[in-house]
Nanobody, 124 residues
Framework: VQLQASGGGLVQTGDSLRLSCSAS????????MAWFRQAPGKERDFVAG????????HYADFVKGRFAISRDNAKNTVALQMNSLQPEDTAVYYC??????????????????WGQGTLVTVSS
């Protein structure tokens, strides 16, 4: 599946931002989806994951209560609502998809398809 992430930008501490990822090419509802992020000089970290139907949600501890992942299988999109953003949330955010992983899989190498990334910068 081809993925296109969007919605990044420059915001201030405490602001909100909504990322979106559009999918095309395959049956979207067959895919587990996830968001990862990568800050400069750091590894790519799992942020949130969602099952094929949207019934199972998973979050990294550092975003619990602030971020929310959702999907719309009719529109072939997955979103990440980010609230109370902090400077440490600054990173390139990537959406990822795979048909074989379990929802919430945090290892990036387990996901076959990736979007191009969208930059989120949170100023202090």
């Amino acid at each position: 599946v081809q993925l296109q992430a969007s919605g990044g930008g420059l915001v201030q501490t405490g602001d909100s931002l909504r990322l979106s990822c559009s999918a095309s090419g395959r049956t979207f509802s067959n895919y587990v989806m996830a968001w990862f992020r990568q800050a400069p000089g750091k590894e790519r970290d799992f942020v949130a994951g969602i099952s094929e139907t949207g019934g199972s949600l998973h979050y990294a501890d550092f975003v619990k209560g602030r971020f929310a992942i959702s999907r719309d299988n009719a529109k072939n999109t997955v979103a990440l609502q980010m609230n109370s953003l902090q400077p440490e949330d600054t990173a390139v955010y990537y959406c990822a998809a795979d048909r074989r992983v379990r929802a919430g899989t945090s290892a990036p190498w387990m996901y076959k398809d990736w979007g191009q990334g969208t930059l989120v910068t949170v100023s202090s």
